[in-house]
């Protein structure tokens, strides 16, 4: 059985009341540089996004889940992306909102619970994540939950200051050959 509960946090399905918490991530600009955001999101936009969220992963390619904390406030998101049911693997992303909360294991724990439901509810091979070079918290976080580093992109992200590079880490499911 697989619990999107742990004892920090949970994970769940976004929600209509979600909009304004949605807004306020997505128009955060000190994170855009690891999320790949190029411009401000309307609230009408993710609006539209939040009437859309219940589409199914398989036809999406794609699972977004609040990272609740204990009291139920959502902290963060988690996301799946590249779905790719065929090969086996996705991609993931985490992103805890204020950063008084990070460095706190709570990035972990919603890591943790991810794979878990990946790894047993939708049977994949693989989930990988790139994280910038310069990142050293999240290669941490992936390094301290079993991701290997696999590769490196050189010059991979523009940024205002140049180039960075990108690491790929990956982890592979034991229990799916």
């Known amino acids: 059985m697989v619990n999107l509960k742990g004892q920090q946090v949970s994970l769940r399905a976004l929600e209509p009341s979600d909009l304004d918490f949605l807004y306020e991530l997505e128009n955060d600009t000190s ?8 411009k401000p999101y309307s609230k009408k936009v993710l609006k539209l996004y939040l009437d859309n969220a219940h589409r199914d992963i398989y036809e999406v390619k794609q699972l977004r889940l ?10 963060g998101l988690i996301d799946l992306f590249d779905f790719d049911p065929k090969n086996g693997r996705a991609g993931v ?13 709570v990035g972990g724990e919603a890591v943790s619970l991810l794979c878990d439901y990946v790894f047993k509810i939708l049977n994949l091979h693989q989930l990988y994540a790139n ?9 941490h976080l992936f390094e301290k939950l079993g991701f290997e580093k696999v590769g490196l992109k050189r010059e991979w992200i523009r940024t205002n200051k140049g180039f960075k590079n990108e690491v ?3 982890k592979i499911n034991p229990h799916v050959s």
């Open 93 to 105: 992303g985490v992103v805890i909102s204020n950063p008084e909360d990070r460095n706190k294991g």
């Open 168 to 170: 790929m880490y990956q």
């Open 31 to 38: 994170i855009w540089e690891i999320s790949g955001t190029l």
């Open 66 to 75: 609040c990272i609740c904390s204990e009291e139920n406030d959502c902290i």
């Open 131 to 139: 994280i910038l070079e310069d990142n050293s918290p999240s290669i």
